[in-house]
């Protein structure tokens, strides 16, 4: 346990990061399963504009590893799935 105060402070950031950090990462990935075993693409273009949010918002603030570049392969990604679609 750390004994100085700015390190208990730092501990204590970095475990709310750490939470919010998975929260968005599972968030993302739930949403891109949904998407991805969409049986219909109407039920896939519905939920993109959702995943499309969440992952700019991660990009914004860097949550969950993701910078600009991640986000746009991932939104990418989705594209390719969802114009495969029947």
């Known amino acids: ?11 204590l950031q970095a475990e709310k990061a750490n939470a919010m950090n998975r929260s968005t990462r599972s968030a993302i990935r739930a949403s891109l399963k949904l998407i991805r075993t969409a049986a219909t693409k109407a039920a896939a273009l519905e939920e993109m504009p959702k995943l499309f949010s969440m ?18 392969n991932y939104k990418a990604k989705v594209a390719k799935v969802i114009n495969g679609l029947a």
Request: net charge positive; proline share 3%; hydrophobic share 40%.
């Open 1 to 11: 346990m750390p004994q100085h105060k700015s390190c208990k402070k730092r501990l």
């Open 55 to 72: 992952l700019d918002k991660a990009a914004v603030s860097h949550r969950a590893g993701f910078c600009a570049n991640r986000a746009a």
